[in-house]
């Protein structure tokens, strides 16, 4: 007697939004994978659809309605989940359910659980699930050689221009030897560098007091200082690289840049300052608005000469004078900040700061954003130029047919910095890899990007 086999239940996934949405992205298709469900390539090769959402500013939100909308054309079937899953319009309806009613479930971020059970739902499971075809680091959209590290969901504090405490919660950190088992499996697997995301990285620990965990029989403190040595420590054992990002700039902080003059902690911090100026900062609600960060970042650069600092600013944010703005121009050109953001305020719905008194009219603030980009620019070039004729390590993320490569190094995350092209090397039996470091000699740059021979 014949067996037939039932189809393999195939998925389809479409991932927005920040890099805390992609590792909830991850997390939702290790799970698809261990119960033994295929990912499609193609919306007409799903049996449905599952669309992670970013809600974050208008223009975000669109992007997500559209991509909903998509999916609903071309397959029928679509699961929303993320952080505009549970965004409401100024009348209290759902956005998603009210733009798009035939989705067949909404959900929030960080909600494998739910999202799991509507994938049963609607497309019930394999029965013999092959869990042990699901590699200990899970399923990663990233490339091999690089990964994110989420070390807490939520956050804290309640900036007058954001919503995300709303939508993801107040700050949960992860058991720290939960943590640390990740990333040593994703060392495991080949991952060259791991970037820690969070909401506050700063800030990791705080909600459970800083509890003690274990890890490999060793005491530790589920805290920012103790977790990023452990981190440095595990990543020298694997030849790799550790990335912070979203690092508030509290007094702690000072103690983990010694950390980065090994050279696994990367000499890089990602610091969201948003302002310079007190007034705008208080209208803001930004946390740790009363350091003086010209100071702290000349100190961080004296104890780590070689650190990058990265950092993202609003122009126009409501009741911004021309005085305060000219405050954070003298501001970024004092504090020679290397690689830097700058939008112009955007309303959120749902945001305290849509109240504020004396809102900036739109072309003043896209006037002001690009002023800012255009001081940056000089800056930026000018640090840059002082790299040419010096050797620094790259971490190959592309090359070519004809050998050269292209990469980054430790001033440069992936997708929101610079690069470093490379050209192939002259001795044919050395060739460029991807995923493999390379000792790469400066010789131009730019106000971006960098240029040299391996």
């Known amino acids: 007697m014949a067996i037939v086999s039932s189809p393999t239940p195939k998925v389809g996934f479409v991932s927005l939004g920040c890099p805390k949405a992609l590792v909830d992205?991850?997390?939702?298709?290790?799970?698809?994978?261990?119960?033994?469900?295929?990912?499609?390539?193609?919306y007409d090769g799903a049996d449905l659809v599952i669309v992670?959402?970013?809600?974050?500013?208008?223009?975000?939100?669109?992007?997500s309605l559209d991509a909903i909308g998509e999916a609903l054309n071309e397959n029928g079937k679509v699961i929303v989940t993320g952080c505009l899953g549970v965004k409401k319009d100024a009348g209290g309806e759902d956005i998603v359910t009210k733009a798009h009613p035939k989705v067949l479930a909404v959900t929030g971020p960080h909600a494998l659980?739910?999202?799991?059970?509507?994938?049963?739902?609607?497309?019930?499971?394999?029965?013999?699930?092959?869990?042990?075809?699901?590699?200990?680091?899970?399923?990663?959209?990233t490339p091999k050689h690089y990964a994110y590290l989420k070390?807490?969901?939520?956050?804290?504090?309640?900036?007058?221009?954001?919503?995300?405490?709303?939508?993801?919660?107040?700050?949960?950190?992860?058991?720290?030897?939960?943590?640390?088992?990740?990333?040593?499996?994703?060392?495991?697997?080949?991952?060259?560098?791991?970037?820690?995301?969070?909401?506050?990285?700063?800030?990791?620990?705080?909600?459970?007091?800083?509890?003690?965990?274990?890890?490999?029989?060793?005491?530790?403190?589920?805290?920012?200082?103790?977790?990023?040595?452990?981190?440095?420590?595990?990543a020298k054992s694997y030849g790799a690289w550790v990335r912070l990002h979203y690092v508030y700039p509290y007094p702690h902080v000072d103690a983990v840049i010694p950390l980065m003059n090994g050279g696994h902690v990367l000499p890089y911090l990602d610091v969201p300052l948003q302002h310079a100026h007190?007034?705008?900062?208080?209208?803001?609600?930004?946390?740790?608005?009363?350091?003086?960060?010209?100071?702290?970042?000349?100190?961080?650069?004296?104890?780590?000469?070689?650190?990058?600092?990265?950092?993202?600013?609003?122009?126009?944010?409501?009741?911004?004078?021309?005085e305060e703005f000219q405050y954070l121009l003298d501001f970024l050109?004092?504090?020679?900040?290397?690689?830097l953001g700058c939008f112009a305020y955007s309303p959120v719905e749902g945001a305290t700061a849509n109240a504020l008194a004396n809102p900036v009219p739109e072309e003043v603030r896209e006037e002001r954003r690009g002023r800012v980009m255009q001081l940056q620019e000089r800056i930026s070039r000018e640090r840059l130029q002082k790299k040419i004729g010096k050797t620094i390590r790259v971490l190959i993320d592309e090359v070519d047919r004809a050998g050269n490569g292209t990469g980054r190094s430790a001033a440069d995350a992936p997708e929101i910095d610079g690069v470093v092209h490379v050209k192939a090397p002259y001795e044919p039996h050395l060739k460029l890899k991807v995923g493999e470091f390379a000792d790469v000699s400066?010789?131009?740059?730019?106000?971006?990007?960098l240029w040299g021979k391996a």
């Open 25 to 42: 992205s991850e997390q939702i298709l290790t799970q698809l994978r261990a119960e033994g469900y295929e990912t499609a390539k193609s």
């Open 52 to 63: 992670n959402t970013c809600g974050f500013i208008d223009a975000a939100v669109q992007e």
């Open 113 to 141: 659980g739910e999202v799991m059970d509507a994938v049963h739902q609607h497309l019930p499971k394999p029965h013999e699930p092959f869990i042990d075809l699901v590699p200990a680091q899970g399923i990663k959209l």
């Open 151 to 234: 070390i807490s969901e939520g956050c804290n504090h309640r900036c007058s221009f954001c919503i995300i405490p709303s939508m993801r919660g107040d700050l949960v950190s992860r058991p720290i030897a939960e943590v640390m088992l990740e990333a040593e499996n994703l060392f495991k697997s080949g991952v060259k560098e791991l970037l820690v995301i969070s909401q506050d990285t700063s800030a990791y620990g705080v909600d459970v007091k800083f509890r003690t965990g274990f890890w490999n029989g060793k005491p530790i403190k589920t805290h920012m200082t103790q977790l990023v040595e452990a981190l440095g420590e595990l």
């Open 278 to 322: 007190p007034d705008v900062l208080k209208r803001m609600k930004r946390p740790a608005n009363g350091e003086k960060n010209i100071e702290r970042i000349r100190a961080w650069r004296e104890l780590c000469p070689e650190i990058t600092i990265r950092s993202t600013f609003i122009a126009g944010f409501p009741g911004e004078t021309e």
């Open 333 to 339: 050109e004092e504090a020679q900040i290397d690689r």
């Open 442 to 449: 400066i010789t131009a740059a730019d106000a971006h990007d």
